[in-house]
């Protein structure tokens, strides 16, 4: 499922972190999330979990991955920068480490 109907989905009784959550690309490629960054009227705010995230999604607020969105291999970054373009639709929740709780 996209990221996007992931944020859409009733947050859950154990978060996790965002990091915690296995993705990947269009083309097939690793990715991991590290947070999402919100603007609000009271400033940005970066939810580094998921059930923030989804709590930010709820209230109509858009997110952007910034730097926080990152090529990975054997859950180690292999390349960063900056996702600029729309990229809800276009990054794949394919699973989860649950390890990685909250």
């Given at each position: ?14 978060d ?19 947070g ?67």
């Amino acid at each position: 499922m996209s990221l996007r109907e992931y944020l859409i989905q009733s947050p859950s009784q154990t978060d996790m972190s965002l990091r915690s959550l296995t993705l990947c690309s269009k083309s097939g490629a690793t990715l991991l999330l590290e947070g999402l960054t919100f603007k609000g009227s009271e400033g940005e705010f970066v939810a580094r979990t998921v059930n923030t995230a989804k709590e930010h999604f709820a209230k109509g607020l858009e997110p952007w991955a910034g730097w926080n969105l990152h090529y990975a291999k054997g859950g180690k970054i292999t390349a960063g920068f900056a996702w600029e373009k729309p990229f809800l639709d276009e990054v794949f929740v394919i699973g989860s480490d649950e390890s990685f709780r909250a």
